[in-house]
């Protein structure tokens, strides 16, 4: 069984900081890309950040510079840095992963995690 699970999400003021995990469950899963998304209230989901096997990185524009993605593979984690947070941030992020196991090809989503930036 594979599994996503984030957690690291919770309130903070405007400018503060927050970090996120993606810890992988499932030894034998190979992530070909991981990502972030978020969906904001009333709002539609939105791509974050990705980064492939490669170490390539793709961020929203309205996060470069603030936010940046990770990995540690000894972990089996991803992470996501916040940095400079604001209001506009507040959605729930949801981890994702594109990957094979067990011969087949696997598309994953984390539960969601939930950030509050406050003014």
């Known amino acids: 069984q594979v599994k996503l699970v984030e957690s690291g999400g919770g309130l903070v003021q405007a400018g503060g900081s927050l970090r996120l995990s993606c810890a992988v469950s499932?030894?034998?899963?190979?992530?070909?890309?991981m990502g972030w998304y978020r969906r904001a209230p009333g709002e539609e989901r939105e791509l974050v950040a990705t980064l492939s096997s490669e170490g390539r990185t793709t961020y929203a524009e309205s996060v470069k510079g603030r936010f940046t993605i990770a990995r540690d593979n000894a972990k089996n984690t991803v992470y996501l840095q916040m940095n400079s947070l604001k209001p506009e941030d507040t959605a729930v992020f949801y981890c994702?992963?594109?990957?094979?196991?067990?011969?087949?090809?696997?598309?994953?989503w984390g539960q969601g995690t939930l950030v509050t930036v406050s003014s």
């Open positions: 994702h992963a594109v990957g094979s196991y067990d011969y087949t090809t696997l598309e994953l």
């Open positions: 499932g030894s034998a899963f190979r992530a070909y890309a």
